[in-house]
């Protein structure tokens, strides 16, 4: 677990990578101050909103990096390589909403028929990845209950993130994996 400061460094470090790459086209190093311990290897997801819609998101579901390094990674993906949206530009800066949700890694739900995974799944605290081949969708914890989701809706929201049909996870030849979040703002 990180603390509230570790969360308000990572928030700062976020926002200096948007800044700098929006305003001088060039990606910040790791800060000398870092702590070693944010150095470990986490998942993260960088949000941005602004005017409390969604305005760019996107991480590392896995913990294939060092936090600091997938944190500025992250933010500048979520600022510029979005696909759903434009790029941010430098007359939004000021507008922005920054978010961090550092990831535990994620555990596959094992179960011995579909209607088993509602049994595994707790809304606000679990979020999902769904896989079938090389399609693959991830939400986040936080979106099932900011969106007023049941299981069966997270479910199916997460397997038509990875372009699938909503009830793909009722056919059983598909992975779901759940994962915790620690969520900064």
């Not at 941010?88 to 949700?101: A, P, Q």
């Not at 079938?132 to 209950?145: D, E, I, M, S």
Request: aromatic share 10%; charged share 30%.
């Amino acid at each position: 677990m990180l603390s509230e400061e570790d969360g308000k460094y990572l928030l700062k470090i976020a926002k200096e990578a948007i800044e700098t790459y929006v305003c001088e086209n060039r990606k910040i190093d790791v800060p000398s101050d870092c702590p070693d311990y944010l150095k470990e290897e986490l998942g993260v997801f960088v949000t941005l909103n602004k005017n409390h819609y969604l305005r760019g998101c996107i991480g590392y579901p896995e913990p294939v990096f060092p936090l600091i390094n997938a944190t500025i990674d992250s933010a500048i993906s979520a600022a510029t390589r979005d696909p759903r949206f434009p790029e941010v530009d430098e007359n939004e800066l000021g507008d922005l909403e920054y978010e961090i949700t550092v990831l535990t890694k994620p555990v596959l739900i094992e179960v011995s028929e579909p209607m088993e995974y509602l049994d595994n799944i707790i809304i606000g605290d679990d979020g999902l990845i769904v896989e079938k081949g090389f399609y693959r969708g991830l939400l986040l914890p936080q979106v099932a209950p900011e969106n007023n989701m049941d299981k069966v809706e997270f479910l199916s929201h997460t397997c038509m993130k990875a372009g699938l049909s909503p009830n793909s996870w009722r056919e059983g030849n598909i992975k779901v994996f759940k994962f915790q979040g620690q969520i900064f703002k």
